[in-house]
């Protein structure tokens, strides 16, 4: 069972749904999450690939068990990696960053639900798509907005957009977690958050 299903890594790209059931949290040697944003994540498959890879060690598991012809193993819910993987110094300009660092609202209007994104100087105008110049926004807004510059749109920014530190990421990314949080999770997510005093 372990062996015939190829490389998981690449299923798991095609076919997202893996994450629905039993995903583990993947800590770094340091026991920190590798990313808050998204939260480091793998299908079961690939922590019981890694396991028998001697990559991780297991930390916490599921109850389930799955089993191959000369196996048995309780589904892993967190994994650690043996070696330290340094961390990036920078966040990766995507969407899903973009829309993370903007916490899921429209930099306009602050309505949250379906949102796209905005160059707040148009293309059109010599506007570039970076950190500085891109902020996301609902559909009205960037209708609304068109390639008119911000004055001319009557539209204001709640904020004005700049490039995030890794460290505003990681804060902005703990108040949005995944729809799944196994309880088993909740030790290492919230660590080295300050405790609250009597």
């Not at 997202?16 to 999450?33: I, M, Q, T, Y």
């Not at 994994?79 to 899921?104: C, G, H, I, M, S």
């Amino acid at each position: 069972m372990l062996d015939d299903h190829g490389d998981f890594r690449t299923q798991f790209v095609r076919e997202p749904s893996f994450l629905r059931h039993h995903p583990a949290l993947v800590l770094n040697a340091d026991f920190r999450p590798l990313s808050y944003y998204p939260l480091s994540l793998w299908p079961w498959q690939e922590a019981v690939k890694a396991v028998f890879l001697d990559r991780v060690q297991i930390i916490a598991e599921y109850d389930e068990v799955v089993r191959s012809q000369h196996h048995a193993i309780r589904i892993p819910s967190v994994v650690v990696l043996k070696d330290f993987v340094k961390p990036q110094k920078r966040v990766a300009f995507t969407r899903f960053n973009l829309f993370l660092r903007d916490e899921f609202c429209c930099q306009y209007c602050g309505a949250k639900g379906e949102l796209t994104f905005d160059h707040v100087v148009p293309r059109s105008r010599g506007g570039v798509t970076s950190w500085e110049n891109v902020v996301a926004a609902c559909s009205p807004c960037n209708l609304k907005k068109a390639n008119k510059s911000l004055k001319h749109s009557g539209l204001r920014l709640r904020r004005p957009p700049r490039r995030p530190t890794p460290e505003e990421m990681h804060a902005v990314g703990r108040r949005f977690p995944p729809n799944h949080l196994h309880e088993s999770w909740m030790d290492f997510l919230y660590w080295d958050t300050e405790l609250l005093s009597d």
